[in-house]
Each structure stands twice: as C-alpha cells, then as structure tokens.
C-alpha cells in the first residue's frame, strides 16, 4: 500500500485523509495539536451553495473601496503594503468582472452541491456532529442592499437553487428574533454544523481508519517520506511551494469570531450584509464572526476591525445585541475572541491540483471563506488524484500553475 503523507490539519487536510485512507497508507502532518483551534475552528459553518460567485466580483471590488477608508470595516488591508500584496490586488482586481463571475457559477456551485452532499452521507456516522437544513438568511439595512440581493436571488433560481426575497417582517420571523432590516432574502438550499464538533468527528473517523498524525511543522518537502505530498496547509502553503518554484499568489485574509452563549438562540443562521457580520446558532450560543483583513499577521486581535463585527451586532440585533456584547466585553469574552487566517486566491478559485515539476505534488487550499463548505469534495477530488483516476469536475479552472 502507497503511503500519502498531508501537510496541514485542518478541515482540508482532514477530509482528504479520510478519503485517501481508503486506498493508501496516509500521515497527516500539522504544526500544531489536533485540538488547536484553527482556522477552520473559527469557520461561521456554513453549506453554502448560495455562494456561487466567486470572492473576485464586480461588486466585492467596489464595496472594499468604498471599505478601505475605515478602520473598522468589514475588510481592510495590512499596512504597510508589501510587493507580494501590490501583485496580489492587481490581479484581483483584474478578475472583478461580470465575465469572470459568469464563468465560476456553475464550478462553485457543483462543488458546493457535491461536498453538502458528501458531508450528509458522512455525518449519518458522526453521532455528536449534525448538520441542520435550517436554510441561511441574508439580512439587509438598505435598501439598494436588497435590491442587489434581489437580483441574486434571480441568478440562483436560475441556476435551479430555492431562494426567495423576504420583507423585513418576514426576515424576523425566519430568524426566529428582531432583526433591524428592510428586509432578506432566504436560500433553502443552504445548510449549517458545528465546525468543532466536525473535526472532532473527523478525527475520530481517521483514528479508526489508522491514520497516523504528527505534529511537526513542515518547511522543505524533502523533509517528507512518502510516494505522494498533498500540501493542504492553508495560507502557509505558498510558502512551501516557492521551495520548489511554484509561483501560487496566496494571501492570509484575517478573520475573527466568537461564541457567546445566549437564553434563546435563533432559529435560522443570519448574514448581515452590509457589516459582512455572521451569526449561527448552536447548542446555547450563537457564533457571531466577520471582517477580510488582507495581509495581516495571524496573531492577535485588530480593536477596531472586532468592534466593526460588535457594531453591526448593536444596530441591526435588538434581542441578541445586549447578551452579545455583555459577553463580549466580559473578561471571559475577551480571552475568547478568536482570529485565524484563510487562504486567498487572486480569482476567488481555491487551487486543486498537481504540481507538473514534481507530479507526486497535490496542491489543495486557496478556499477562502468556503473552507469547511468545501472539504468533503476537494478530499473526494484529491482522492481521485491519489488514485490516478479522472476527476469527477474538471480542475483545470483550479490549476495551481494558473498564474505561473
């Protein structure tokens, strides 16, 4: 039996080490313990084929514009601007177009469709990880918000998804509590879990499937035993590839959240819009996360960018906001805040693939926000690339040679 070694323990690494166990010998290699709380701990935990265009939009471009100003926005970027960073945004940019977009919708979205259906298939083994149907709303404080939202909800129904335009009334009693909005819309396709309790599940599923797990954080790949490497480390991958001169613009967008236990959760998981403030339910709690801070360091916490998430709690959550920000200002509260980096492409696509130089090389990160909505298909594709097989969905939009 082939041995397959993985570079990078989270929601990524994890899922292709159970589907790679099923036909080879796999090690999966993190710097950090199996209980380290990552970046995908910190996931909102979301299913989300809602989600088709990719992060490179017309729309995004504009709206981070308009957000760069204010230190405590949604998205930011770190000062001072390096060269890395400058390549970076230039190619983004160049990727915020209508034509881009219409050429992703139906890749994300198969993967999306894919990896919800593969997690329901996994999760009817995962006694203590549950996936709930509740559908997700998008909530909106304007109304030119909506409208834009609105025309999503066209292109999704179009693309065979169930979604619907909500008044603000109708928002609320989705919710499950008052929410200060002209109104929503509300994506039934959508699905949510509990990222913790999942890598809890996973890791049980690849101890029982003899995966071996080690501890030992990876700088050169001739460090490495095995017939095949997947590097699967997140936004430290590009680090790795440029050892063997693979040129993968890979940027860290910070991200933070938080878990506030609440009387009453609600009943449907929330985004609202303008403030990119998420909030999901869970057993007693809520998660409340947000803000895309380009280029910042993964350790500790922007004041400001966190008080942009707690602000739009303030102005749009009349019901949660006080138990959310009592918590959060507590001193429990402040020693849980948590931050973690996601791995960005220029395009918005993640990087699946093989490495032509070194073909025993499987690339597999640059998923974004969609990291934990999209690991059970990239381990399933990864799989197929372990296995020489044909892939299910083509991966060439997905080549991590793309801006080589």
Known sequence: MKHVAIVGGGIIGRCIARVASESHRVTLIDAEPADHRGCSWGNSGYLVPSHFSPLASPGMLLAGLRMLPHRDSPFGIHQPMRGEML??????????????????????????????????????????????????????????????????????????????????????????????????????????????????????????????????????????????????????????????????????????????????????????????TAITPMAGAVRIAGTMELGAEAAGINPARWEGVLSTARRTLPDLAPQIIAFAESDAGKERVWSGLRPCSPDGLPYIGRVRTDPRVIIATGHAMMGMSLGPITGHLVGQLLRDETTDLSLIPLDPHRFS
């Open 87 to 276: 390549s970076w945004l230039l190619r983004f940019a160049r990727h915020c177009t209508k034509r881009h977009v219409a050429a992703t919708h139906q890749l994300i979205l198969d993967l999306n469709l894919r990896s919800q259906r593969l997690y329901r298939e996994w999760a009817q083994g995962w006694p203590d990880a549950k996936i709930s149907e509740a559908g997700l709303l998008l909530g909106c404080e304007r109304w030119d918000t909506l409208d834009h939202e609105t025309e999503s909800v066209k292109v999704a129904k179009n693309l065979g998804l169930e979604a619907e335009v909500l008044s603000d009334h109708e928002t609320q009693e989705r919710f499950g509590q008052r929410v200060s909005s002209v109104g929503g819309v509300f994506f039934k396709c959508d699905s949510h879990l509990n990222p913790g309790d999942v890598l809890a599940a996973l890791d049980a599923d690849l101890a029982a499937r003899g995966v071996t797990r080690l501890q030992s954080r990876v700088t050169r790949l001739d460090e490495i035993d095995a017939d095949q490497i997947v590097i699967a480390a997140g936004a430290e991958s590009s680090a790795l590839t440029r050892s063997f001169g693979l040129k993968m613009p890979l940027i860290g967008g910070k991200g933070y959240s938080l878990i506030v236990p609440v009387e009453e959760p609600p009943t449907t998981p929330l985004i609202m819009v303008e403030g990119r």
